[in-house]
């Protein structure tokens, strides 16, 4: 064969199509002539090209293939962790701070008892709580508290806090506008003109005979408890709460609005409530030393279990006032019972005769009612 009988027959030659006599000449004849074989090559080209482009294609496509199963595992990964971690802080960290701070439930329900009495004129007369549910890392708390006048309860409210489990702590009640000034602490004239004796016997004899009434008395001079018994001796009035010094008389707040400079106060109630004891005990002439006796132990109990009481933030950053136990109850507990206050109630017409007995700087009737009495 020759040149053009060989380049005519290269196509079935690539193809594997030709004899095996003519392969062998072909390959004989490509050998030898440069020619023949620019054309073989020319031929070849596009199929080595060809088979090229297919092989660069299936490489592409398993690289997709195999990033998307890489980015599928990541998700799959990142969810499977967010599951567990919301697993871990849904339930098992609450669960375990749990078994930690429930067993001084009732220690911590006791000090917000204690602090509620302390540092409220509010009678307290309960108690309860509101324990986590599942995931939560806060349990609520509660001092039921009530107004007395006469012998009736009236105005009863609810102190609740919130318990942190994760700080273990609750933040102290917001204390109420001091009702009881220090005889040492000032207090502007229109703020004195507006809670004098006289104004408050005018409203107690109007109808004295047939009300009762609860009057708040801050005094000029600080008595002792044996003090305070004595000149109440003989009267027919109920002690509700006594202002004492605390060594935080002297605290001003940062923003004053009532005339006066001291918003710390603490004091003891008339009948003292623990959750630990049913038996209240009721502050009287004829049992000072027990209630005084009383009182110090509840009050060193409280200084011992401060720990659960924080200060109330927004006081603390708007007023600047730490309202929490602090030194107060050692205070008290060091310096003894010294009284500068008193919410009393009873008749309107036993109650006008305190004008005479007890040196008053300020008195407030807090409230009057018909008659409810014994």
Known sequence: MNCSDIKNKL?????????????????????TCPDCRQALEELEEPIFNNSGSHKLQDTGRMLNKARK??????????LASLIILVGIFCAAIPGILRSVRYP???????SLVDITQFTSPSQ????????????EYSFNVSAYTCDVTGIKIKNSAEVTRSFDMVTGTYQSPAPHLSQ???????????????????????ILTRNGDTTVAAVDISLKSVLNLEETAAVLKGLDLKVVWMAVECGGEGTRPTNMSSGQNQYIQWGVPGKL???NNPNTIEFSNSNVSDYSKSI???LKWLDAHKKYISADKSLLKFQRLDNSVGSRAKYIIDNGLKVYGLR?????SELCKLQDILDIRLEEVKDIDFYYWN
């Open 104 to 110: 001084a439930v009732p220690d911590i329900t006791r």
């Open 296 to 298: 110090i132990e509840e």
């Open 344 to 348: 009393i109630t009873g008749p309107s």
């Open 180 to 202: 009881f000034v220090h005889p040492d602490v000032k207090v502007s004239d229109e703020f004195l003109s507006e809670r004098t004796s006289a104004a408050a016997n005018k």
């Open 273 to 275: 409530y623990s959750p």
């Open 11 to 31: 196509p079935q030659y690539l193809a594997g199509e030709c004899s095996m006599e003519d392969k062998l000449e072909i390959s004989k004849h490509i050998s």
């Open 69 to 78: 199963a890489l980015i599928l595992k990541v998700i799959t990964t990142i």
């Open 124 to 135: 307290v007369g309960g108690y309860g709580n509101t324990l986590a549910s599942f995931g």
